[in-house]
Every structure is written in structure tokens, then in C-alpha cells.
Nanobody
Framework: QVQLVESGGGLVQPGGSLRLSCVAS????????MSWYRQAPGKERELVAGISNAGGSTKYADSVKGRITISRDNAKNTVYLQMNSLKPEDTAVYYC??????????WGKGTLVTVSS
């Protein structure tokens, strides 16, 4: 059974930091590119960051470059999202995504990040 379980969300003040984790099971994690998406209230889901299956390549949305870092540990079947200098506009539900090729992908259920004073 495929599972992606996100954790680490919560309430943080502007300028603060959070680290999200996503633990995968039920598929060959090291073979999949991993990404974090987010969806704010009333908005479409958007890509935040992605990382290749071996971790050698990353990409980021322009809005988070320099503040957010994606990484993975294939030995632990886990992908991370380190978020620094958080802004109120970063408030969203953050989703973990695993993708192999064009047609094979899995989603987690999300973790809520709220940035507010």
C-alpha cells in the first residue's frame, strides 16, 4: 500500500522557520522524483520545490528561492522541505508528491502551515 505521510506543519510567526518531512512507503522511493506543492485558500495548487530521484537536481518556485530548501534521504525514504524567513503568503496546505515518468504519481494528504503573528 502506497503512503506518503507529511508532518512538521504548524503555526509560525513571520520570519520563522519550519521543516516539513514526508515519509514514503509502498513503492521504490529512490526511483521517484519528489516534490512539494502547496495550496492556499481559494487558490490553485502550485509547485514549491522538486528534487530528482538521486537528489542531484532541484528546482524551486521563484517565490521561495533563497528561503526554502528541498532535500531527500533515500535510506530513510524521506523528503524534507526546510522553510526559512516564512511570510504570511506562505500559508497553505503543503503536499508531498512522488512521480515516476508521466503516468505514475502519488500524493500525500497534506500538512497545514500557517504563518501569522
Amino acid at each position: 500500500q502506497v503512503q506518503l505521510v507529511e508532518s512538521g506543519g504548524g503555526l509560525v510567526q513571520p520570519g520563522g522557520s519550519l521543516r516539513l518531512s514526508c515519509v514514503a512507503s509502498g513503492f521504490t522511493f529512490r526511483g521517484y522524483a519528489m516534490s512539494w506543492y502547496r495550496q492556499a485558500p481559494g487558490k490553485e495548487r502550485e509547485l514549491v520545490a522538486g528534487i530528482s530521484n538521486a537528489g542531484g537536481s532541484t528546482k524551486y518556485a521563484d517565490s521561495v528561492k533563497g528561503r526554502i530548501t528541498i532535500s531527500r534521504d533515500n535510506a530513510k525514504n524521506t523528503v524534507y522541505l526546510q522553510m526559512n524567513s516564512l511570510k504570511p503568503e506562505d500559508t497553505a496546505v503543503y503536499y508531498c508528491n512522488a512521480r515516476w515518468g508521466v503516468n505514475q504519481e502519488y500524493w500525500g494528504k497534506g500538512t497545514l502551515v500557517t504563518v501569522s503573528s
